[in-house]
């Protein structure tokens, strides 16, 4: 993979910088009118299209779920800030932060 350039960086950050305002502003304004099922199109609509904002491509190898699956667990390495987003672009979920700690004697 290669790394954009500081000149491609900096052309993309006013279209980043715009979307997240976007984003706040739908869910601030917009969310609290809509239904479930809007809102998680919204939801993965604006993951897209973040994604594509910043020259990402994601790729599904096998079989993608539904929009939001009840009932299911998907569990992820995280790499990235951008793992919440490309997972929401695909299929729109809840996330959740865990510490992992080693318990035993430290002398």
Do not use: C
């Amino acid at each position: 993979m290669q790394k954009a350039s500081w000149f491609l960086r900096i052309k993309r950050l006013p279209q980043f910088v715009l979307h997240v305002i976007y984003g706040m502003l739908v869910v601030r304004f917009r969310f609290p009118r809509m239904s479930e099922q809007a809102k998680l199109m919204q939801t993965q609509t604006w993951s897209a299209q973040l994604a594509s904002k910043l020259g990402f491509s994601v790729k599904v190898f096998g079989t993608a779920t539904a929009l939001h699956p009840a009932n299911h667990l998907l569990i992820s390495n995280h790499i990235s800030w951008f793992d919440i987003f490309a997972i929401n672009s695909i299929t729109v979920a809840r996330f959740g932060a865990t510490w992992l700690m080693t318990m035993g004697n430290h002398e």
